[in-house]
């Protein structure tokens, strides 16, 4: 009895070939091999199946019934082998394909929100979900299949991990529409340290941030007297009270009720990047998926 662990693949090729060319010859051409080498795979061939397969005739060789049975079986095999050699099409406007984005409140409203926009007009099928960044854990949620994208900084993005750069982000000085402040239009470092400031911390010093390590510089201090730990909170507090915040501008920038202006102090920025495992560098819908995100922020 044959043993599917010792049959050669090339084997079924090459059978193919013999039952759609009826000649060894011709069937030794179309596989780039000799005639005894053909010869010698069609003997080993019969030996697998226990029968003669193809007999001779005048004008070449025609198959036995058995060869007719294996005909279909034989050719659905080196259809599904080939298919799994070519890399999966992937049809943007029929997939349902999952995908799990790691994402900060921040990046939430800046980066995943128009992107979403762009991806239920061009794949409304995808089903998308959107968890916590877990900085420590990054490495493992890509490489255990948790997270496919996540949306992090050049410094939280571990070296093994592919990145590429989405954006470069600056920060604006926020307050509410009418605010005593807002009516000079352009705020002095004097009145700018003596405003009480709202802040957002995720984590580490809660009442000090990236603009305190700018004033520091100067030898200045501000009034920060709220921190909270989301940035999307932050629009309703300032529209209610005379506080006024730093926040990055692409959080700021069509905010209802509030009025923008820059910092009277330069403050260092930051890169969002986009990183990803190996696990689904070369998936044909994932890098549809990343290109569209590159193109949302091109």
Not at 103 to 125: E, I, W
Not at 142 to 155: C, F, K, S
Not at 260 to 288: D, Q, Y
Request: with cysteine.
């Amino acid at each position: 009895m044959a043993d599917i662990r010792t049959l050669d693949l090339n084997l079924l090729k090459a059978f193919s070939a013999l039952l759609e060319e009826r000649n060894v010859t011709r069937a030794a051409r179309r596989l780039s091999l000799t005639q005894p080498a053909v010869s010698g795979m069609l003997a080993r061939l019969r030996e697998s199946f226990n029968d003669p397969l193809f007999v001779r005739a005048p004008h070449g060789i025609v198959p036995t019934p058995r060869a007719l049975e294996l005909a279909e079986p034989v050719a659905k095999i080196l259809r599904d082998i080939d298919g799994m050699l070519q890399p999966a099409a992937f049809d943007p406007a029929q997939s349902e394909m999952q995908l799990t984005i790691a994402s900060t409140d921040y990046a939430l409203r800046a980066v995943v929100v128009p992107f979403l926009a762009r991806l239920r007009t061009l794949a409304p099928g995808l089903q998308i979900a959107v968890r916590p960044v877990e900085n420590r854990q990054l490495q493992q949620q890509l490489e255990r299949g948790e997270i496919d994208l996540a949306i992090v900084t050049p410094e939280s993005t571990p070296a093994e991990l592919h990145a590429r750069r989405l954006f470069d982000e600056e920060y604006v000085c926020m307050l509410r529409e009418g605010h005593p402040a807002a009516a000079a239009k352009k705020l002095t470092l004097t009145r700018f340290c003596a405003l009480d400031h709202a802040l957002v911390s995720y984590e580490g010093e809660m009442f000090s941030g990236v603009t305190d390590s700018a004033l520091l510089a100067l030898g200045l201090k501000r009034k920060v007297t709220l921190s909270v730990t989301s940035f999307l909170v932050l629009p309703e507090i300032l529209r209610d009270s005379d506080l006024i915040a730093v926040v990055p501008k692409r959080l700021a920038v069509n905010t209802q009720g509030l009025t923008l202006l820059s910092p009277p102090l330069a403050i260092p920025g930051f890169t969002k990047t986009v990183a990803w495992h190996e696990r689904t560098h070369t998936s044909a819908g994932h890098r549809w998926i990343r290109q569209q995100l590159f193109d949302t922020f091109s």
